[in-house]
């Protein structure tokens, strides 16, 4: 098999955010910055931290918004989340003016010259977890959640599964987000496929030896996980009993199972392609292209993009000198 290692490296850099990591740490850092500095929030206990893809380093290109977890560790029963809205839009709106916008459980604060947005959200304790304010068109009243969890998952998880002794599963989830951006068209969305991919290397603890091999055996898990998941829903790590919500209809989920298995064929027969060039262009093809429209995958340099080699290196690979076949640079066959 051809697993081409040094293009897969090339193609996780092509999708890693880049520019935007540097300014999102900066606005979420401002934004903190606001919300400890107030107060009211200090005498509640005001302890934000980061969660979001961006938090656990899975956000492919690009970083659109920040979550920032504004945990009030001093709260008690008492605290209703109108209050606790209300004290976070003052504090923010001291600062930000209109550039805050009240959402029904967060407040969105834009970051025009980063081209992104910081989500704010209140939270209480609840034992173990946490609560944050209910969703629209239901009475005020605090849910259950537990974000902070999903990212000592993730950490532990990137520690657990390795290749060449780095964490292989956070790149595995940022290829996965990469492929279901080109093959899924809406829903469900990024975060659904990344709890998926937890639950494909918790359940079949995959022992892969190059990025190729664990990018298939995780979308062949998803492609089989997906079916099950339409009819009963996603389980939430996070919170044992719970499951995912998602915006996903009966129909999109469909869609998203029949576009998914067809795309772990062809990560099976890229992976499963002796030739360096076929498989290149498989692995192209299951990737597609970045946000500004350039391609993911890379090819090698001896690959045209249909997959047939260039002229140059075939005469290379047929040319005979003193008797002996020229052997071409290596052809990327190693894990």
Not at 3 to 15: E, K
């Amino acid at each position: 098999m051809a697993t081409l290692p040094t293009n897969f490296r090339d193609a996780l850099s092509n999708i890693q955010p880049a520019v935007d990591e540097k300014h999102a740490a900066q606005a979420h850092a401002e934004v903190s910055k606001v919300l400890t500095s107030d107060a009211k929030l200090q005498a509640l206990g005001i302890s934000p931290v980061l969660i979001g893809s961006y938090a656990r380093e899975v956000s492919i290109r690009r970083v659109k918004d920040v979550d920032v977890f504004g945990r009030l560790t001093a709260a008690d029963d008492t605290l209703a989340p109108g209050r606790a809205m209300g004290l976070f839009e003052n504090a923010l709106r001291a600062e930000y003016g209109d550039r805050v916008e009240r959402q029904h459980r967060s407040f969105k604060v834009e970051f025009p010259d980063f081209d992104l947005c910081v989500d704010a959200v209140p939270a209480r304790p609840r034992g173990k977890h946490w609560e944050i304010p209910n969703r629209p068109n239901e009475r005020a009243r605090w849910v259950e959640t537990n974000p902070t969890r999903l990212n000592d998952l993730t950490t532990a998880a990137n520690k657990s599964f390795t290749l060449n002794k780095a964490g292989i599963y956070v790149p595995t989830v940022k290829l996965i987000r990469q492929v279901r951006r080109i093959w899924v068209t809406d829903q469900p969305g990024g975060f659904f496929f990344e709890i998926m991919t937890y639950w494909a290397f918790r359940n079949e603890q995959p022992n892969a030896s190059s990025h190729a091999e664990y990018l298939t055996v995780t979308l062949e898990a998803i492609a089989d996980m997906l079916p099950a998941v339409a009819a009963d829903g996603l389980d939430d790590p996070t919170l044992p009993g719970k499951k995912i919500s998602t915006k996903a209809t009966a129909a999109d989920l469909a869609a998203a199972t029949k576009q998914i298995a067809a795309a772990a064929t062809l990560a099976r027969n890229a992976l499963d392609e002796e030739d360096p060039c076929r498989a290149a262009a498989r692995w192209r093809k299951l990737l597609g292209k970045t946000s500004t429209g350039s391609q993911v995958f890379p090819l090698p340099d001896y690959c045209n993009a249909d997959g047939s080699r260039r002229a140059a290196a075939n005469r290379a690979t047929a040319g005979v000198v003193g008797g002996a076949a020229q052997v071409p640079a290596g052809s990327d066959r190693f894990a």
